[in-house]
């Protein structure tokens, strides 16, 4: 069979996940009743909630009796890692471009990773039926891009394509739109060139991403670079050490549409998976037993961002969690670092563990599956990661563009100036200006809240990581102190509404509360020690209004990303599966003092 491999990337939110929507749609014969859901190939329940792509995944549509393989990549910086490992499999990109937002951070990351490999790019111009549509603009900005970026003049030469994804239409000419995406399909046969299919060569292949299956245990997959494998097959797992051991293939499987089909044979230049290979981690190679060739190993950008993860042990421990030892999350990280290939994991003693990932949000997402899959734990506050360069103490920079509407724009530069950024480029679109920064990875942390709130909700703001540069000083982030629990109990309404022009709070009445739990923000500086288990002193003297309802200030409901960016140095997020509390690290007032 022929084959042709294509990534889709791009920056999040411009359209990936509705593109493959619409390409399945097109090329699946449906059985009767069967459906294909939006954004089906978003398959976790935290990218469902979310609306965004986290892990790299895999399909297949056959046009023409050739078969395509689609791999649909997350957008979000903080998941690179999962498109650097990918692109390895492919042989062409579809780079998706917002008709109204242009080539965004994200964008030039991963559209950087591809050139360098020497992808092929076909540009899709997507959403064009925006009121503030400017597909020209976008054209040449995306030209621009390709060329600072360091493009060959082949892959300049980039064919375009304008689209509408979710209405699943794709066309060449914009002066004759087409109702599918036929058009497309031409022109992915027609520029992308076709994988090697040498299959008499001894086998060989590239790990780049695991599965599991409970009745068929670990499962890996990747392209098959030479040669076959058959069902039952031994064939040699290299290590990334040298060492090698010998592994049988249960089950070898190729991919159509949304489903796995077993397969007796899987051959060069297709994306498989391949079950029974135990020990296989990313990277490795698989290969025939007779004649092993290892395959370069895959590299990825270094972590920029720490955490300190610790058994949970507050006065709560326990209560709610179904994991709660150290060893239980010494275990579920081991598990997280062999699929997770930009995430590093060090111990520093038996009960504390450094994580470090591509950012917050990379972090969250792995806090957020923990909690959800019963486990407690207590976090840090999020650090960057220094390096010494020249001598020089250097720090992560991140380059953040921000669009926003015109009479907003200089009080957020003016917020982001105060926060050591430098202002790179200005540019006005209509009403709406789009400013670009070079800024300290750590001035980013608890901005986005902060930036939404001067924005009114209208702010857009993306960043990417861009380099090292020597340490911007010291920087204030956090402009207040927190309300901090001096009594364990049940909180109640009549303390809060005694307390709330202190500060705002993060607890409703009735909530438990330990000593040195965090409840609020304080309205100054310092931390302020407060008792909120305090009630109404009865008397059997009644006056008028002396029991109307208290009028209590609507509460600050936190996220998990929320109380990330909160917490200051002296801080933790004590995260369960029911709760997310914020506490001191010192519980005792006095201790603290």
Not at 62 to 75: A, L, M, Q, R, S
Not at 450 to 458: A, I, P
Not at 488 to 503: C, E, H, T, V
């Amino acid at each position: 069979m022929e084959y042709r491999n294509i990534a889709i990337i791009a920056h999040v939110d411009h359209g990936k996940t509705t593109l493959v929507d619409g390409l399945l749609k097109q090329t699946l014969k449906l059985k009767h009743g069967e459906e294909i859901a939006e954004r089906a190939m978003d398959s976790n329940d935290l990218e469902k909630e979310r609306g965004i792509t986290i892990l790299a995944k895999n399909t297949a549509v056959e046009y023409k009796g050739i078969k395509i393989n689609i791999v649909d990549t997350p957008g979000h910086a903080d998941f690179g890692g999962e498109v650097e490992r990918v692109l390895g499999m492919v042989d062409g990109a579809l780079v998706l471009v917002d008709a109204a937002e242009g080539p965004m951070p994200q964008t030039r990351f991963v559209l950087r990773k591809a050139l360098e490999l020497g992808l092929k790019p076909i540009v899709v111009i997507n959403k064009i039926d925006r009121q503030d549509a400017r597909v020209e603009d976008v054209v040449n900005l995306t030209f621009d891009l390709m060329a600072e970026l360091g493009a060959t003049e082949d892959q300049l030469d980039f064919p375009i394509l304008y689209a509408v994804a979710r209405d699943g239409k794709a066309y060449r000419d914009l002066d004759k739109p087409q109702d599918d995406m036929h058009e497309l399909f031409e022109m992915v046969l027609e520029y992308i060139p076709a994988p090697p299919t040498d299959l008499e060569a001894p086998f060989q292949m590239l790990v780049t991403n695991l599965d599991y299956s409970e009745y068929l245990g670990r499962i890996v997959l990747g392209r098959i670079q030479r040669g076959q494998v058959k069902k039952g097959e031994f064939v040699q797992l290299m290590h990334k050490d040298g060492s090698m051991s010998k592994s049988r293939v249960i089950q070898p499987f190729t991919h159509m549409g949304l489903a796995r089909i077993e397969a007796d044979v899987v051959g060069a230049g297709d994306i498989v998976a391949l079950a029974g290979i135990e020990d296989a981690q990313i990277g490795e190679t698989i290969a025939d037993l007779a004649d092993p060739e290892a395959l370069p190993i895959i590299t990825v950008d270094e972590p920029t961002v720490s955490m300190t993860f610790q058994p949970n042990t507050s006065p709560f421990a326990g209560k709610e969690g179904k994991y709660v030892t150290s060893r239980h999350l010494n275990d579920r990280l081991k598990r997280e670092v062999m699929t997770n290939v930009s995430l590093k994991v060090e111990e520093l003693r038996p009960d504390e563990f450094v994580v470090s990932g591509r950012g917050e949000l990379h972090l969250s997402i792995l806090l957020e599956t923990m909690r959800r899959e019963g486990y407690e734990l207590q976090v840090g506050a999020p650090q960057v990661i220094t390096r010494d360069i020249d001598g020089e103490k250097s720090e992560p920079i991140e380059h953040l563009v921000v669009d926003v509407p015109e009479y907003h724009s200089s009080t957020v530069i003016g917020a982001i100036s105060s926060r050591k950024g430098q202002l790179v480029n200005m540019e006005p679109q209509g009403t709406r200006v789009r400013v670009e920064f070079k800024v300290p990875s750590r001035a980013l942390f608890g901005f986005r809240t902060q930036f939404l709130s001067m924005t009114q909700g209208e702010g857009i703001m993306s960043h990417i990581f861009d380099g090292y540069a020597p340490w911007a000083g010291e920087l204030k982030t956090r402009q207040n102190g927190s309300l901090v629990a001096m009594e364990a109990g049940n909180a109640f309404a009549y303390s809060i509404w005694k307390l709330q022009d202190r500060g705002s709070f993060f607890i409703l009445p009735a909530a438990e509360v330990y000593v040195g739990m965090i409840v609020g923000e304080n309205a100054r500086e310092k931390d302020m020690d407060v008792n909120v288990c305090k009630n109404k002193k009865l008397t059997n003297v009644r006056s008028s209004g002396a029991d109307d309802a208290l009028s209590l200030t609507p509460i600050k409901k936190l996220t998990l990303e929320d109380a990330l960016e909160y917490i200051g140095d002296d801080e933790l997020v004590e995260i369960t599966p029911k709760s997310i509390r914020l506490r001191k690290k010192i519980l005792e007032p006095n201790m603290r003092k």
